[in-house]
């Protein structure tokens, strides 16, 4: 997979066996990369380009960018949406379909019961959905309380089970983990086959399973290839 803009030199190469960093000197620079690719994560446009086999891929729908790790929300709507859908898809399969026939059945029971103790007419809609029944009893993701680390290793999970994304982005992450939370991290990333992006803005020290792009001060690059090294230890 490779990410590609007017600006760069070369496409920056995204693999599973090592963790793409671009680190942007230029503040200016690094600002206008962020909002750019925000923008068109949400759809609008922008002179970034994802592609894989040849294939352009879509940012907007298969790419997770964190900017604030400290606000990793796993109960945003587009990631709840994914989670009421697989289950309404899973409530209709062949080991839930009766319960879930059964439990519509006995509330269309109940409503009709307590319709008819009103006194003045009313009416209610006769085709219930189960995913109606999900939202209503806000039904959501229980968020973990542990380290930096663990959080950002739930999201990942999360988003890849339901949103399955084709990249996740994170925006100055190795400003808050350690060197030794960094490895772990990226045990647990090879480990599971997901593709991983750091924009960072400030210097920081390689670790050997990063493929590294810098863009210096005077937006010159520097690429400096990943090393294999066996991280097992630290998973």
């Not at 599971?192 to 924009?199: P, S, V």
């Amino acid at each position: 997979m490779i990410l590609s803009h007017r600006s760069f030199e070369n496409p920056l190469e995204i693999s599973e066996d090592a963790v793409s960093v671009l680190r942007v000197e230029n503040q200016k620079q690094l600002s206008a990369y962020i909002s750019e690719l925000k923008q068109q994560l949400g759809g609008g446009a922008g002179n970034f380009i994802l592609s894989e086999g040849g294939k352009e891929i879509d940012i907007s729908n298969r790419v997770i960018m964190a900017i604030d790790v400290f606000s990793l929300d796993l109960n945003e709507r587009s990631i709840l949406n994914k989670l009421y859908s697989k289950m309404s898809t899973e409530a209709h399969d062949e080991t839930n379909y009766l319960l879930t026939s059964e439990l519509i059945s006995h509330l269309e029971k109940y409503l009709y019961q307590i319709a008819k103790q009103q006194p003045f007419p009313i009416i209610f809609s006769e085709n219930i959905e189960i995913i109606n029944i999900f939202k209503l009893a806000e039904v959501r993701f229980l968020l973990s309380e542990d380290s930096l680390l663990e959080k950002v290793c739930d999201f990942v999970t999360v988003c890849a089970n339901y949103v399955k994304p084709k990249l996740f982005i994170f925006v100055n992450l190795k400003n808050f983990l350690t060197k030794d939370d960094l490895m772990q991290l990226y045990s647990f990333v090879f480990y599971n086959k997901h593709k991983l992006l750091l924009i960072e803005g400030t210097s920081s020290e390689t670790i050997p399973c990063e493929r590294t792009r810098i863009i210096d001060a005077d937006r010159c690059e520097i690429e400096l290839l990943p090393v294999n090294i066996n991280y097992s230890e630290h998973s």
